[in-house]
């Protein structure tokens, strides 16, 4: 492919700039159509949790979109009750029996709002209407998920349209928004969440709405490990809805099948997406208990589908996407291996730039600093995440950007859970090559 043609169609991005040209990928590499071999260490957007090249998914697709090439969401296909029944059998947190399909995860979290909304609504609560979300968090990009969401730099611009819905602090211990440190705090920030309901008057509060792992917006937040208990004590108590965002974090990506598990925590909703179907199909799920949804049924109200909403060969996919993930124990590898990458960074904490490593199972955050004493970012000017991103793909590896401020320079890990010992060997060292490629050019 010429670059200008590869150019030609971008609507988005620097003027001039070629985006990278993928010819193929397999495993945990992508190449280019100049040969170029990359290791995909961030599975793309953290999405190809099976690896890539999967030839029996492409083929469960291919079966399912000859047999029915499309069916309206409401209706029923083999395909979309089978991997119903299997979500619910096998991975699902107990409680959890309600499934729906959007086409992504952005769409699955707007129309778990909807349906949060729909729920009060119908249940005689039309006054619950405000949703709960947190700093440096990411929720999706259509103009409901972004209000939830507390990421600044993909809402600006966008603030006329969004509407103003409250904010608690992150679980950001590296800088604590509140001033405090683990153990002493208590996990303070979690009580944040309560203020905020009051201040909101809990009347008037319809949900939460948090990631449990925090994702490439300020790099694998990891909350303390009675966060997620006590924000679901404290949702029931006041009666209020609390949603998992686990598009990113769900199926297997943190060790376990989903993030909450590690905490035996059950939301009323969960939204999942990326790793449902590894990369495979564009596909995300919302998923509630019963109690969510028994009011909507009882008033027969239709919560609006999508026109792609549970299509066929993507049910298919990924349903076979899910019995790989079984038959290859990838849940347990994703634990294992990540133990491993964690360590790994872990040793980039002598770099004098590597300010904090954090993460769960395979998904890892690097935060970069202009000063390890005092915490100081490097100027935004620098642009340090993009230099580094682009170093990383001249030595042979993609790690994905993220990064708000405070947090701002901010590299996240997430490869697929098939990555064998040697390729995590590989891909930590030819970040840490990157890194120091990307600040010498920084310093010039
Ligand atoms: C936690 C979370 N929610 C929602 C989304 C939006 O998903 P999508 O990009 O598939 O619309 C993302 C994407 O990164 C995410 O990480």
Redesign the pocket.
């Given at each position: 492919m010429e670059p200008e043609r590869a150019q030609r169609f971008s609507f988005a991005g620097k003027a001039g700039a070629t985006p990278l040209r993928i010819a193929r990928s397999d495993g945990v590499w992508l190449y280019t159509d100049e040969g170029q071999q990359i290791l995909d260490a961030s599975g793309g957007?953290i999405v190809v949790n099976i690896g890539h090249g999967r030839r029996e998914v492409a083929e469960a697709y291919a079966r399912e979109a000859e047999r029915v090439a499309y069916a309206l969401p409401p209706f029923a296909t083999e395909s979309r009750v089978r991997l119903v029944e299997h979500l619910i059998d096998a991975w699902l947190p107990r409680g959890l029996t309600r499934v729906g399909f959007t086409s992504?995860?952005?769409e699955s979290?707007d129309a778990a709002l909807r349906i949060t909304r729909a729920h009060f609504h119908c249940k005689g609560e039309p006054e619950r209407w405000k949703v709960i979300g947190r700093d440096l968090s990411?929720?999706?990009?259509t103009l409901a998920t972004l209000a939830v969401g507390g990421h600044t730099k993909r809402r600006a611009g966008f603030e006329p349209w969004l509407a103003d819905l409250p904010k608690a602090p992150a679980c950001y211990c590296y800088r604590c928004p509140l001033g405090k440190s683990l153990p002493e705090c208590r996990t303070a920030c979690v009580d944040e969440i309560e203020a905020e309901i009051l201040r909101a008057d809990p009347r008037t509060v319809a949900a939460v709405i948090a990631?449990p792992i925090g994702?490439s917006t300020a790099g694998a937040l990891l909350p303390p490990d009675d966060y997620w208990p006590r924000l679901r004590e404290i949702c029931t108590r006041h009666g209020v809805l609390l949603i998992a965002?686990e598009?990113?974090t769900g199926f297997g990506r943190t060790g376990k099948r989903f993030a909450v598990d590690h905490w035996g925590v059950t939301p009323d909703i969960l939204i999942g997406?990326?790793g449902l179907t590894g990369g495979y199909a564009p596909m995300?799920g919302i998923f509630a208990s019963e109690a969510v949804v028994a009011p909507i049924v009882e008033r027969g109200l239709e919560v609006m589908f999508f026109t792609y909403s549970a299509h066929p060969a993507s049910c298919a996919a990924a349903h076979k996407v899910l019995e790989i993930l079984e038959r290859e124990q990838l849940v347990e590898r994703a634990a294992l291996q990540g133990e491993k990458l964690g360590k790994r960074l872990g040793r980039l904490l002598a770099h004098p730039n590597v300010g904090d490593v954090r993460g769960r199972g395979l998904l890892w955050g690097v935060e970069l600093v202009a000063d390890k004493a005092t915490r100081a970012p490097f100027p935004a000017a620098t642009g340090l995440t993009a230099k580094v991103v682009a170093a990383g793909i001249a030595h042979g590896v993609f790690v994905y950007p993220g990064g708000v401020d405070p947090a701002r320079d901010v590299i996240t890990f997430g490869p697929p859970f098939t990555i064998s010992d040697h390729e995590l060997e590989l891909a930590v060292d030819r970040f840490a090559r990157a890194l120091d490629s990307a600040l010498e050019r920084a310093r010039r």
């Open positions: 957007a992504g995860g952005s979290v990411y929720h999706g990009t990631e994702g965002d598009v990113m997406g990326k995300g």
